[in-house]
Each structure stands twice: as C-alpha cells, then as structure tokens.
C-alpha cells in the first residue's frame, strides 16, 4: 500500500452509487490515470477492493484507518507553515475541538491559514480539498486519525463511519 492508495479509496467511498472510471478519479485528485490503475491493483491486492473498482470493502477500510493509518502512515506537526487547514483544524471537528494554538495545515504556498504543517498523504490533497469542499472534510478527518490525540480521533471515527455507511 501507498498513501495515495487510501485517498483513492475514500474518493470512491464518497462518490457512493455514483461510479467513476480511472479517468474521473485522476483528473478529480490531479493524479495520472497510470497511478490510479497501479493504486486500484494494490488495494484489490490487499482485499480493500470486491470484484469490481468501485467496492470497497468498508468494515475491512475501516480497520485498516482506525487501527493501522496512524501507524503506516504518520504525522508529526512540524513548522509553523502557510496551508491548508486540516485534522481537528478543519470542518467537522473545528467546532467542537477550540484551541488557536493548535492549527494544522498542509503545507502549501497558496494556502490562507498559517499552522503547524503535517505532510499530506500526497502532493495533491491541498489542490483536491479546495476543489471539493465536501471531500476536504474526509481528508481532515484521516489526518485527525493520523495525527490527533484519543478524544479528536474518536470523533473523526464517528464522524468518517457516518460517511462511509
């Protein structure tokens, strides 16, 4: 598995009934399609994928982002950085989570936000989140898994089980 590999699952976990070819998933995560088609391989490889590229296996994802992402994939709050807001910084958990000395961002030269920056799981996610409002959401939550104390990555849980039903 790569880190890519767990933003094509959830781009497809969020696109629900709605199925998109390799090409939609490139051109929508600004990835090429030569990426897409090895990054499906894996996951069907790993058993995250059923028969077809547009089943994800969800109890099975989920496993893997409650218990492994934080392990496989990482993230330590490094300099303070201009980004893009992201983990409990960012929609649904900014809310309930207040605390202006804790702002994450993902690195990024055009973002608004000054934080302490946290490496995305690929070059693109700060590009994609400002696309897609909606999926810079579910971003933000697998980072809180990434990167969040037990309370904030609880709730992201809550909040990505609620999403990927």
Known sequence: MKPQ?????????KAGEAPMTQTALARALFMSQS???????????????G?????????????FLRF??????????GSTSRGVPTAHSMRPLVEEFVNAN???????????????????????VPQVA?????????????DTLRVGRTRERNMA???LENRIK
């Open 5 to 13: 590999d767990v933003l094509i699952l959830l781009r497809i976990l």
């Open 35 to 49: 990426e897409i088609s090895q990054s499906l391989a894996r996951s069907s490889y790993a058993g995250l994928l």
């Open 51 to 63: 028969r077809t590229e547009q089943v994800v296996m969800k109890g099975l994802f989920m496993d």
């Open 68 to 77: 492994g992402i934080a392990v496989i994939y990482p993230a330590r709050p």
């Open 102 to 124: 804790d702002v994450y961002v993902w690195p990024w030269a055009k973002g608004q936000v000054r934080g302490q920056g946290i490496p995305p799981l690929y070059p693109t």
């Open 130 to 142: 400002l696309v897609d409002p909606e999926f810079h959401e579910w971003l933000a939550l697998v």
């Open 157 to 159: 849980l809550q909040h």
